[in-house]
């Protein structure tokens, strides 16, 4: 009977006003799809680079390749492939020979096509072979092509062709080792499956026929064709990839001794697009998270209002029999009927909110020309996943405040009085602010010892907050709540000053949790600052003045509970933007510094080709040029003390050239030298000597752990395995070119042959010469070997842009739980225009004007923003600074603290502005209350 | 007597919800003499609370004038009605109405900041008034904290602060016990003793005919207005 009682209750309540139950669901959806958007974002990004396993790849699962001189390619490939095919391989159901160099594909034209493309490939493959490579001639995307090119023609996959300009018919030129050759372009094909590996298919020879017309002493800088054997696994497009470790493993073992490299392609991409998948994902759901927390902050005040709206009625039932139980199941039920349509609604919102978000990441982590190529991809399981969380959050929410609101003074509501919950101290409550007490005092005494920054920070706040808890019923509770959060914001500005040595290089973790501890006792002082602002006010009223002010600040004084929340809510979004807005400006300001540490005294840096690089001589030539420097560079295998894994990375090789008018800022050095220019010569005359980048080894998935350091012992294996120990004789400041490790030039040769090019080149131009233009105009020159000449500034500044934009990025994302801020804000507002009317009738018929009205709503509303504003803004810049200064992520000394004066003025004229737009509503429904009416419904 | 300082003519006012019209006041004459306490009697449901809304200008009229101070007041935009109730009028309801949010003496002081009559005496006004009503010392008290009895009188405070020239008053002792509401009512006659003009609704016999004048209203006329009859 009560359950029904409570059913009918619940249904009632929600026909009874559709509208102000919609207000609810549109609170409530917000946080759900924040939550979407983070899921349905990383399955895209996993999806989006998943799809490449069948454009890039089809069949294709290992790859067995080699390089070697024209003269060799054919032999080797043959003697390669004849190895493999007389081996009995298992899970493999083909095989497949290939040669291939990169190149540089252009026009030939100069104005009216797309500019060249410098990092191509280019293919010789045999159709027949491809169809009857793999399970399905479809997924090879040679179904259709019957023959290989005839001599002089080629078959371009469609989407250089459409960068460059070409169409069938057309003539392509295609540069590399030196030389270049025309073929006509006599079909365009799909670029999926092995079509997809590579840029255009070649007749067989042209490659070795390139390759023999290089002009002598060019050969030697480039890069080797590449000779290639695919295989491909039993199974379809993507479970083939069950046995690539098998496989693999079969391959090295049937390949030793042949100086030829496995690389599972398959299992690394699918391994790469889960993995970024689930970093985006998280990344996502861990900065959204803030924005679902001011979700959650918003459907509590909602549900308050509606308690608080019907505390009449609730009080009546309670007193003519109606149990707590079902008072609470009534808003229980209500709110999960508002919690499940929310859920959904939410959802559908969310995915709205991920195409934005991924068609933003499509410009800042590919082709700004073609930001399509991200999919957005919609799961089954994301969605139920989103909808299921949502439902979760929002129902959980509910049932915990409907447990507060049951517990409603029966008199206090049937008088329509202010309820003055008596918090009555229980053992269970005493136990637990006790064992807070001893937990934090444990943790602080731990976190000084051993020294840990997260248990020293946060130790202090948790004991200030549980013996609050404890005093709150001995001594006055504002008192209390005062001195404790002045107490929490005092400890988090002074914990490094006070413990610098305890302290020292904290993990960002520290400062995330240090934001938020801030918020909370932030908003916790300003909600107990009520006196003094009402003192203010009074000053102000006794003077005749300030009559709107004094309406419009009243209630939020009055009701500090809810205006804590909404201050938490907004706080909270501001916080979090501003935070990352400080950081976006940081890099931006960062650049030079970096520009400056990296150049070494040059004044270009030049890459091009590796196939086809460019003849240094020919740069030397050039009137402009004062001095080249030639890098070796390729990658080796490595392992250190902290990555004992063998971790593929880059490795640069220098001569004394670069070295010729300065030295790359060094962040640590051996003291046994006076500078950092005396460390690279060290490491020019000691082939045991190696300096690294500050990320060296360091996983790109997962926060720093561990950072190398001069003296670390480093492992490096070259291409026949043999192992070479060396020394880091210095750690570089900043490392733009991503050099990775330096070691010598003729190191770098040994570890890295024969896989290695020198395709890039540091410039130094003569005095006065414009850096920007010299480089536009050796681009120019030397198109045909793909040349791409920046200068340092621009390439820290490119770097660092995708960086800032994918900080921009967030701060987009962030900015819907801005919207739920605001939007909660003007929802608020509503109902606070439904639950006022008897007092906004009194006062029209007291002869308020209905422009006082409007302007009262107005003003509370920009009260309570501009409050969040102030704490979010200061409390983010402190947070930041912090973080610059003592963290060490950014021990880096190329990063400065800078204030984004341009975020912060968005985010206090945006959010006071969009308030009183989203107020403007509300405000005219108060001034429009016609005073009869409003006392009469009472009567 | 002087003039009156209101008088209505023909006044009607109709309710128009989706069940179809109720007619509330038909043809109402009425004037309203300085200083006049004027009782208002009649069952429920017959136009009592409605005529002292359309007299006052909180509720618009279908047809009629209201000439107060010379201005019908129907007539006037909202702004000016409303600056003018502010000035020359005070309210006391039977659900007393008091802003819940404001203490005790922001409640009275409010009509003068209202008014935009407040100086720098408005704060000594309000707490003399409050002393007058016998609540100086709970000036700091929010609604929440003060008794029904102790509500109406801060309302009766609030109605005078700004000496208005006619207090309307619907059902003042309506939510009080029979003790307070002999002290509500001794405190409204203090009023009309200084000269204000009084107009209370009530369903009590004994303060209707407590008045000057009795004014009984059935089904929205006016079928009574004359000396209080025993």
Not at chain 1, 575 to 584: A, E, N, Y
Not at chain 1, 681 to 690: N, Q, R, S, T
Not at chain 2, 154 to 173: C, G, K, N, Q, Y
């Amino acid at each position: 009977m009560i359950g029904s009682v409570a059913g009918r209750l619940a249904a009632r309540n929600i026909l009874r006003r559709p509208a102000e139950a919609l207000l609810v669901v549109i609170g409530a959806m917000l946080g759900t799809s924040i939550i979407a958007a983070a899921l349905v974002i990383g399955d895209s990004f996993d999806g989006s680079i998943r799809d490449g396993a069948r454009t890039q790849l089809g069949p294709i699962d290992e790859i067995v390749q080699v390089r070697a001189g024209p003269d060799d390619l054919d032999r080797r490939v043959a003697q390669l492939a004849d190895r493999l095919a007389h081996t009995s391989l298992r899970h493999v159901d083909g095989l497949l020979t290939a040669r291939m160099a990169g190149a540089v594909l252009s026009s030939g034209r100069t104005q009216d096509t797309g500019s060249p493309d410098p990092n191509t490939c280019v293919m010789e493959v045999s159709p027949a072979e491809v169809r009857h490579f793999g399970p399905d001639p479809e997924l090879g995307g040679f179904a259709r092509i019957r023959h290989e090119p005839a001599a002089g023609t080629t078959f371009m996959g469609r989407d250089v062709a459409s960068r460059l300009g070409l169409s069938t018919g057309d003539t392509v030129q295609v540069a590399a080792y030196g030389s270049a050759r025309s073929f006509r372009v006599t079909r365009l094909i799909e670029p999926v499956g092995v079509a997809g590996y590579c840029d255009a298919l070649v007749p067989a020879g042209s490659i070795a026929e390139l390759a023999r017309s290089a002009p002598e002493g060019r050969a030697e800088m480039a890069e080797l064709p590449l000779g290639a054997v695919f295989v491909s696994n039993n199974g379809g497009l993507e479970d083939s990839v069950d046995h690539s470790e098998q496989v693999t493993e079969q391959l090295r073992a049937v390949t030793a001794g042949f100086d030829a490299e496995v690389r599972p392609l398959k299992a690394d991409l699918l391994e790469n697009a889960e993995r970024t998948g689930g970093n985006l994902r998280t990344l996502f759901s861990a900065i959204g998270g803030f924005s679902v927390a001011a979700g959650v902050l918003l459907l509590i005040n909602l549900v308050v209002m509606l308690a608080e709206e019907r505390k009449v009625e609730l009080g009546v039932l309670r007193a003519i029999g109606l149990r707590r139980g079902a008072v609470w199941r009534s808003f229980c039920i209500e709110g999960f009927i508002y919690s499940a349509a929310s859920a959904v609604l939410g959802t559908a919102l969310g995915i709205g909110v991920a195409r934005l978000v991924i068609s933003g990441a499509g410009r800042v982590f590919g082709d700004p020309d073609d930001p399509s190529q991200l999919l957005v991809v919609l799961r089954p399981a994301a969605l139920a996943g989103s909808v299921a969380i949502g439902f979760g959050i929002s129902a959980l929410t509910v049932a915990a405040t409907s447990g507060r609101i049951a517990r409603l003074n029966i008199i206090a509501a049937i008088r329509d009085l202010p309820s003055h919950h008596v918090v009555r101290r229980t053992r269970w409550a005493t136990l637990i602010a006790c064992l807070g007490v001893a937990v934090g005092v444990a943790e602080f005494a731990i976190g000084f010892t051993r020294p840990s920054p997260e248990l020293l920070f946060s130790s202090p706040p948790l004991i200030a907050w549980s013996t609050a808890s404890l005093l709150a019923h001995r001594l006055p509770r504002r008192l209390v709540a005062t001195t404790g959060a002045a107490f929490v914001i005092a400890w988090c500005l002074a914990v490094f000053p006070l413990f610098p040595r305890e302290m020292e290089q904290p993990r960002i973790t520290v400062f995330v949790e240090m934001g938020l501890i801030m918020v909370a006792a932030a908003v916790v002082l300003a909600t107990n600052l009520d006196r003094l602002w009402a003192r203010l006010i009074r000053m102000l009223t006794a003077h005749g003045r300030g009559v709107a002010v004094h309406l419009a600040l009243a209630y939020p004084l009055a009701r500090r509970f809810r205006t804590g929340m909404l201050l938490a809510m907004f706080s909270l979004v501001i916080f979090t933007m501003t935070f990352l807005g400080t950081f976006s400006a940081i890099l931006g300001d960062s650049a030079p510094n970096g520009a400056r540490d990296s150049s070494a005294g040059f004044d270009l840096i030049v890459d091009s080709n590796p196939s086809n690089p460019l003849d240094p001589t020919d740069i030397s030539r050039d009137r402009d040029v004062a001095g080249v420097a030639v890098l070796v560079r390729g990658s080796a295998e490595f392992t250190n003390g902290y990555q004992p894994e063998p971790t593929t990375w880059p490795l640069t090789g220098f001569d004394e050239a670069f070295l010729g008018h300065g030295a790359p800022a060094l962040l640590a050095r051996d003291r046994r030298f006076r500078t950092d220019r005396d460390a690279f010569e060290h490491v020019l005359d000691d082939p045991g000597a190696i300096i690294v980048g500050t990320e060296f080894l360091q996983s790109s998935t997962a926060p720093a752990t561990e950072e190398p350091e001069v003296g670390d012992r480093v492992v490096a294996r070259n291409r026949s395995g043999e192992q070479v120990r060396l020394r880091v004789a210095g750690v570089l400041r900043s490392d733009y070119p991503i050099h990775g490790a330096l070691v010598s030039a003729e190191r770098a040769r040994s570890l890295l042959a024969p896989t290695y090019s020198e395709n890039r080149m540091f410039v130094r131009l003569q005095a006065g010469e414009s850096a920007d233009l010299v480089a536009r105009r050796l681009a120019r020159s030397f198109s045909n070997n793909g040349t791409s000449a920046r200068t340092f500034l621009e390439l820290a500044d490119d770097q660092l842009s995708r960086m800032a934009d994918f900080i921009r990025l967030m701060q987009a994302y962030l900015g819907f739980g801005l919207l739920i801020g605001l939007a909660g804000l003007g929802v608020v507002m509503v109902r606070a225009v439904r639950e006022r009317r008897r007092e906004i009738g009194m006062l029209r018929a007291m002869g308020t004007q209905a422009r006082l009205v409007r302007q009262g709503f107005l003003l509370e509303a920009v009260f309570v923003a501009a409050h969040a504003v102030t704490i979010g803004i200061t409390l983010a810049l402190l947070t930041a600074a912090q973080v610059v200064v003592r963290s060490g992520a950014f021990s880096n000394a190329t990063v400065e603290f800078v204030v984004p004066w341009a975020t912060v003025a968005t985010l206090v004229v945006v959010p006071l502005l969009v308030t009183m737009l989203t107020t403007l509503v509300p405000a005219r429904n108060a001034a429009a209350i016609r005073p009869a009416r409003a006392l009469r419904e009472l009567g | 007597m002087t003039g009156p300082i209101l008088s209505a003519r023909g006044v009607h006012k109709t309710y128009r919800s989706a069940g179809g019209e109720t007619p509330a006041l038909r043809g109402i004459d009425f004037d309203l003499g300085a200083g006049e306490f004027v009782t208002v009697m009649g069952p429920s449901g017959n136009g009592k609370t409605t005529l002292l809304n359309c007299l006052s200008g909180l509720d618009g009229i279908d047809a009629g004038t209201v000439v107060i101070d010379g201005h019908d007041i129907h007539n006037l935009p909202d702004r000016q009605r409303t600056d003018h109730r502010a000035k020359r009028m005070g309210f006391i309801f039977q659900a007393f109405n008091l802003i819940p949010v404001f203490s005790a003496l922001e409640n009275v002081e409010l009509p003068m900041l209202l008014a935009g009559m407040a100086d720098r005496s408005t704060r000594a006004r309000a707490q003399e008034l409050l002393d007058r009503v016998g609540l100086g010392h709970r000036e700091d008290h929010r609604p929440a904290e003060l008794s029904g009895g102790e509500q109406q009188r801060v309302a009766i405070a609030r109605a005078l602060v700004s000496h208005p020239a006619i207090i309307w008053a619907d059902e003042p002792t309506g939510n009080l016990d029979s003790h307070t509401a002999e002290d509500v009512l001794a405190l409204l006659h203090e009023v009309h003793a200084d000269g204000q003009a009084l107009v209370l609704v009530t369903h009590d016999h004994d303060i209707g005919t407590s008045g000057e004048r009795l004014v009984e209203v059935h089904d929205g006329q006016i079928t009574y207005d004359g000396p209080p009859r025993p």
